[in-house]
C-alpha cells in the first residue's frame, strides 16, 4: 500500500469518511425538521480531506478547524453520539449546547474547536505550535481553512509568524473553488493558494482533496517536516462541497453541471473502488460497514433526540474559568492587624 | 405609499441613490452572485454592473480601509460587512481611520463612507449572536443609526449615503421580513439625528430602537390592554448623534422612564443612555430609569438557552410592572 499504510488502516479511513458523510446526512435531515437550527455547513464531498490529514499524524497531535467542522472532530474519533447532541443543543453536547455546530471541540482528543470568525484560528494554531515548540512536545498543529479566508489578513499574520519563528505547524487548506458565493476568480488573484505560502518561504504541495491516499501522502510528509524542526508546511487540498455553502444557501452562483462533474469523483466510491481492486476488502464487506454506520448514526440521533436540554439555571456556566459573582465581592483583604502585610 | 419589506427597503435605497449618483459604489463579501448573505443586495449587480457593485474577499479591515481611501478618492462606497461580529475585524479602520480624519487632519477631508452591517440572533451560537452598536456609539466621529421600519431603513441609508461623514448602519437579521409602508417619493431622506415618537401616552416612556421598537411597541399595546398604563413610545433611530430633546421631552410628559435594549447590559448602550437622561431629567423623573438589556452572557447555540436570554416585550412588561 502506498505511504506505508495498513489494510487495516485503509479500512479504517473508508469508515470515517462512510462515518461522516451520514452523519451530515442525518444532521441535514435534522435541520429540516427544524431540530438543528442556526447555521449548518456540510463536509459532504470534502471527506477525504479530514480523514486523511488526521490518519497522517499522531493521535494527540494538534487540530484546529474552522465552522465546516463535523469532519475534523468524526476523523478525529469524537464521539459521535455528542456531536450530534451538540447539534440538537443538548446538555449531552460535546460543547453542552453551547457552541452548536460551527463550534464543536473535544480538548481530551487534542481537537481544539471548530472556528466560526473566517480566519481566526489561523495565528492561534500558530501560537499552540509554538508552545509545543518551548515546551519541547514532539508534536505538530494541523490547521483546517478555505480557501475564502486566505484573502484575509489574519491568515497573512498567522503564516508569516509561523515562518518567522520556525513553527510546527501544518497549514492546510481546503481549496473548494467558492468562499461562500465568491469564485476563487472573484476572491483571489492566484487559484492556488499554495503560492502565497511562498512569499513566506513555506515549503508547500497541493493534494487532490477528492483522494484520501492524496491527502495522507502530503500531510504526512508535511507533518515530518515539522516535527523535525523545520518549520510550518502549507499543505492546498483541491477539493468540492457538493451542497451548497450552509443549508441557506440557494446555489445561484454555480451550475448543476459543475456540481455534477466533482459529484463524480466523489472519495468514498473512488476509495472503496480501490480498496476492492486492492482485495484489502470487498464489496460486500463495504456495505455492511455502509449498514453499520447508518445504525450507529441512527442511534445518535435517537440519542440526541431524547436527550435533555440544558438545566435553565446552567445558563451562566463557563463565562469564567473562575466564576466571579459581581453581587457578592469577597471582602477586601485588610492590611491592617496583618504583619505580614503591613511589613511589606 | 408602497409596502415594502426591510429588506427591500434598505435595497431601493441604494438602488435609487446608485442611480442618481454614480460615485456610489457598494462592495463586500457575496453580495455579487450570491445576492448577500441575508439577499439584501440581490440583482444590484446586475444593474449596475460589477464595478459598482464589488464582490470583496473575506476581508474586513481591507474592505473598510479601501473604502475609506474611495471615499477620500471621491467615491461614495458602501461596504457591507455580513455581521456585526465580523465587523469586529474592522474595527480599527473604523474607529482609527474612518472617525478620525476629519478631526485630526483639522477639517481638511471627510470620509463620506456607509459601513451597512447586521445584528441578530437564531441559534448562531457566541460568536455570531452580538450587539456592539453601543461601542460604536461611543466613538466621536461616526454616526450610528439603527432603523426599525422599513420607511426609516429607506431614508436613514439615503441620509446615510449623502452624509458626508462615516455612519455605521446597523441593520437586523430578524427584521428583514418585516413590511411597513414606505413613501414612494424616490430619495426622500429621513434625518440623521432625529428620534420619533412612534405611540403617545401619558404613564411613561419606552425607548427603544431596531427589534426592541417593536417589541416595545408589543409591551405598550398588552399594558394598555391588561393594566390600563399608558405607554409613550419612542424609536430612537439613530443612537449618534443622540435626540435627547425628544426623550427629555417624553420624560417630561410622562415620568418614568424604560430604556430597550439588546445588547448587553454591562457597557451596553443604555448604560450610557441612563447616565445622561439622569443628568437632563433627574427633576421630572418618578422613578429611577429602568433597562431592558441581555443578561452579560454570550448568546448560547442551544434553543432553550437561547431564549431565556433575549430580550423581550416580556421584560419590557415586568419592568414597567416594577415601577407601579
Ligand atoms: C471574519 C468573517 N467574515 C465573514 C464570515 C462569513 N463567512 C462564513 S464562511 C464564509 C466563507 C468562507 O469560505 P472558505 O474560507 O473558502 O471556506 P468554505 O466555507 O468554502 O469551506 C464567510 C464569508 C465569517 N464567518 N467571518
Ligand atoms: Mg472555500
Known amino acids: ?344 | 405609499m408602497a409596502e415594502l419589506t426591510y429588506r427591500e427597503a434598505v435595497r431601493s435605497a441604494m438602488r435609487e441613490e446608485m442611480r442618481s449618483d454614480s460615485r456610489v459604489i457598494l462592495m463586500g463579501e457575496s453580495i455579487t452572485g450570491y445576492g448577500g448573505s441575508y439577499a439584501v443586495t440581490k440583482g444590484l449587480v446586475e444593474e449596475f454592473g460589477p464595478k459598482r457593485v464589488m464582490e470583496t474577499p473575506i476581508a474586513e479591515a481591507g474592505i473598510v480601509g479601501f473604502a475609506v481611501g474611495a471615499a477620500m478618492g471621491g467615491l461614495r462606497p458602501v461596504a457591507e460587512l455580513m455581521t456585526v461580529n465580523f465587523a469586529l475585524l474592522a474595527l480599527d479602520q473604523i474607529v482609527n481611520s474612518a472617525a478620525k480624519f476629519h478631526y485630526m487632519f483639522g477639517g481638511q477631508w471627510s470620509v463620506p463612507l456607509v459601513v451597512r452591517t447586521v445584528s441578530g440572533f437564531g441559534q448562531l451560537g457566541p460568536t455570531h449572536s452580538q450587539s456592539f452598536e453601543g461601542w460604536f456609539a461611543s466613538v466621536p466621529g461616526l454616526k450610528v443609526v439603527m432603523p426599525a421600519t422599513p420607511a426609516d431603513a429607506k431614508g436613514l441609508l439615503l441620509a446615510a449615503i449623502r452624509d458626508p461623514d462615516p455612519v455605521i448602519f446597523i441593520e437586523h437579521s430578524l427584521l428583514y421580513s418585516t413590511k411597513g409602508e414606505v413613501p414612494e417619493q424616490e430619495g426622500l431622506e429621513v434625518p440623521i439625528g432625529r428620534a420619533a415618537v412612534v405611540r403617545e401616552g401619558t404613564d411613561v416612556t419606552l425607548v427603544g430602537y431596531s427589534r426592541m421598537l417593536l417589541q416595545a411597541l408589543h409591551a405598550a399595546e398588552v399594558l394598555e390592554r391588561e393594566d390600563g398604563v399608558s405607554c409613550e413610545v419612542v424609536d430612537l433611530r439613530t443612537l449618534r448623534p443622540l435626540d435627547y430633546p425628544t426623550v427629555v421631552g417624553s420624560v417630561g410628559r410622562t415620568h418614568r422612564l424604560v430604556l430597550c435594549g439588546e445588547d448587553w447590559r454591562t457597557g451596553g448602550f443604555g448604560a450610557n443612555l441612563l447616565s445622561e437622561i439622569q443628568d437632563r431629567s433627574f427633576d421630572d423623573l418618578d422613578a429611577p430609569i429602568a433597562r431592558v438589556a441581555m443578561r452579560d452572557i454570550p448568546l448560547p447555540y442551544s434553543r432553550k438557552l437561547e431564549q431565556q436570554l433575549i430580550p423581550a416585550s416580556q421584560q419590557i412588561v415586568d419592568a414597567v410592572r416594577r415601577m407601579s
Open chain 1, 1 to 344: 500500500m502506498p505511504h506505508g499504510l495498513t489494510a487495516q488502516q485503509c479500512r479504517a479511513m473508508y469508515r470515517k469518511m462512510v462515518q461522516i458523510r451520514h452523519f451530515e446526512d442525518h444532521a441535514a435531515e435534522a435541520y429540516a425538521q427544524a431540530k438543528v437550527g442556526g447555521f449548518l455547513h456540510l463536509y459532504i464531498g470534502e471527506e477525504a480531506v479530514a480523514v486523511g490529514a488526521i490518519a497522517a499524524v499522531r493521535e494527540d497531535d494538534h487540530i484546529l478547524g474552522h465552522y465546516r467542522d463535523h469532519g475534523y472532530a468524526l476523523a478525529r474519533g469524537c464521539d459521535v453520539k455528542a456531536c450530534m447532541a451538540e447539534l440538537f443543543g443538548r446538555d449531552t453536547g460535546i460543547c453542552h449546547g453551547r457552541g452548536g455546530s460551527m463550534h464543536l471541540a473535544d480538548a481530551s482528543r487534542h481537537f481544539w474547536g471548530g472556528h466560526a470568525i473566517v480566519g481566526s484560528h489561523i495565528p492561534i494554531g500558530a501560537g499552540m505550535a509554538y508552545a509545543m515548540q518551548y515546551l519541547e512536545e514532539p508534536l505538530v498543529v494541523l490547521d483546517f481553512f478555505g480557501d475564502g479566508a486566505t484573502g484575509n489578513g489574519i491568515f497573512h499574520e498567522g503564516l508569516n509568524m509561523a515562518a518567522l519563528w520556525n513553527l510546527p505547524v501544518v497549514f492546510i487548506c481546503e481549496n473548494n473553488l467558492y468562499g461562500m458565493g465568491a469564485t476563487l476568480a472573484e476572491e483571489s488573484p492566484v487559484s492556488d493558494m499554495m503560492i502565497k505560502a511562498e512569499g513566506y518561504t513555506m515549503p508547500a504541495v497541493q493534494c487532490d482533496g477528492m483522494d484520501v491516499l492524496s491527502v495522507y501522502g502530503a500531510v504526512q510528509q508535511a507533518a515530518e517536516h515539522c516535527r523535525s524542526g523545520k518549520g510550518p508546511f502549507f499543505v492546498e487540498a483541491m477539493t468540492y462541497r457538493f451542497r451548497g455553502h450552509s443549508m441557506a444557501d440557494p446555489e445561484l452562483y454555480r451550475d448543476k453541471e459543475e456540481v455534477r462533474r466533482w459529484r463524480e469523483l466523489d472519495p468514498i466510491p473512488r476509495f472503496g473502488d480501490f480498496l476492492v481492486q486492492q482485495r484489502i476488502t470487498s464489496p460486500q464487506e463495504l456495505a455492511e460497514v455502509n449498514e453499520e454506520v447508518e445504525a450507529e448514526m441512527l442511534e445518535a440521533v435517537r440519542f440526541a433526540d431524547s436527550s435533555p436540554w440544558p438545566e435553565p439555571d446552567s445558563v451562566d456556566r463557563w463565562i469564567y474559568a473562575k466564576p466571579i459573582d459581581p453581587e457578592a465581592p469577597e471582602e477586601a483583604p485588610s492590611l491592617a492587624g496583618d504583619p505580614a502585610g503591613a511589613a511589606t
